[in-house]
């Protein structure tokens, strides 16, 4: 537009001084100072549209000349946006896929109707399936074994009433591979909502070691107790991660003590062992829980609610540890052996009396 107004005013001032021009050309005298006055007002008028213009071309030169530089800083930020956004995918990229690759849970992803859309390498190894055979089929179909439908089912019941995740559920399940092999299985799973589309993200992991390890525990712990029942036995048990014993209502009243003292530590129940057999009882525990002896076996004196020494056999041993193989409850039961060590005592006391009366009679 500014050039266009520029172009107009040139043409006039170039028609004015045509006219101008033949009007002092008719005319048989000179030039007057008024014909060689507008021709000095005509050159400073175009002097004046140049001065213009050349002004006008700088300030749009300098003003491109921001915007280009402005620009530039633009497309500099965009460029290092793009780079930091680019190294924050890879990065992504990569932990996902070392997760992926390298842990031991199956990680498995449903759509809001329940049909897989992710499915990671430990599913594979651990159901049997590819992930090309799973994708876009129902999870139930493909883990869950018929007869174990319905109960499924009911154990899961997803609540998506809420605005963002709901709390993490943990289900004990039957799961079966492609080969039809069935085995118990442990189900974590999160109900996730981004914008109105729900999905689940579930995470399983065979127990199969852990179950077989609770049943042989178990067993190992029925074994023990009825090996160390009998009429004179009573039963306690050791917590050696808290410390926490409990004493059977029968070994408490053998030592004369009340139901609600049942439950000591180990610390009070070494304090009721005589001062000189600790050493020995701590000793013997010590090299059971560190595997040097399978059993603990052991006599030492403890006293009562009276204040009196009893004399006590205790056999016993640890019968469940933890993931780490550390030891948790040691099991033991108590044995009265006063009439026996009595016994014993008479009978030396007998033996010295006969080598004193064999020496006298010499």
């Not at 174990?148 to 995740?165: C, L, N, S, W």
């Not at 209502?249 to 600790?278: C, H, V």
């Not at 041993?317 to 099991?331: A, G, R, S």
Request: proline share 2%; glycine share 4%.
């Amino acid at each position: 537009m500014s050039k266009y107004i520029i172009k107009k005013l040139v043409s006039i001032v170039c028609l004015v001084t045509f006219i101008w021009g033949q009007s002092a050309g008719n005319t048989t005298k000179g030039p007057s100072w008024y014909e060689s006055g507008g021709m000095t007002i005509t050159a400073f008028i175009l002097f004046f549209i140049i001065a213009i213009y050349a002004i006008y071309l700088y300030y749009l030169k300098q003003k491109l000349s921001v915007e280009r530089n402005q620009l530039n800083k633009l497309s500099i930020d965009l460029k290092s946006e793009v780079i930091k956004k680019e190294s924050q995918v890879k990065e992504t990229s990569l932990a996902l896929q070392i997760i992926n690759e390298n842990t031991f849970d199956a990680i498995i992803i449903l759509n809001n109707i329940g049909r897989i859309i992710f499915w990671n390498s430990a599913a594979e190894r651990l159901f049997g399936y590819s992930s090309e055979e799973v994708i876009d089929s129902d999870l139930i179909d493909v883990i869950i074994p018929k007869e174990k439908v319905v109960e499924f089912v009911e154990k899961y019941k997803p609540d998506r009433t809420k605005q963002f995740a709901t709390t993490k559920r943990i289900l004990h399940i039957t799961a079966i591979r492609k080969d039809g092999t069935q085995f118990p299985a442990e189900l974590s799973i999160s109900d996730l909502r981004h914008d109105d589309t729900w999905n689940t993200v579930g995470i399983i992991r065979n127990i199969s070691d852990r179950k077989t390890l609770e049943q042989e525990l178990k067993l190992s712990e029925n074994r023990l107790k009825l090996a160390l029942q009998g009429e004179e036995e009573y039963l306690w048990d050791w917590n050696i991660q808290t410390n926490e014993m409990y004493f059977s209502p029968t070994l408490q009243s053998m030592l004369g003590f009340e139901k609600k003292e049942s439950r000591r530590n180990y610390e009070s129940w070494l304090k009721l062992i005589q001062a000189d057999d600790r050493v020995r009882v701590e000793y013997e525990l010590e090299k059971h829980i560190t595997g040097k002896i399978n059993m603990v076996r052991v006599e030492y004196r403890m006293k009562s609610a009276y204040g009196n020494w009893n004399w006590i056999y205790t056999r016993g041993k640890i019968v469940e540890y933890d993931d780490e193989k550390k030891p948790l409850k040691f099991i033991g039961t108590n044995t009265d052996i006063n009439e026996q060590k009595q016994y014993e005592l008479d009978v030396e006391n007998l033996q010295k009396q006969l080598i004193q009366d064999k020496e006298k009679s010499k």
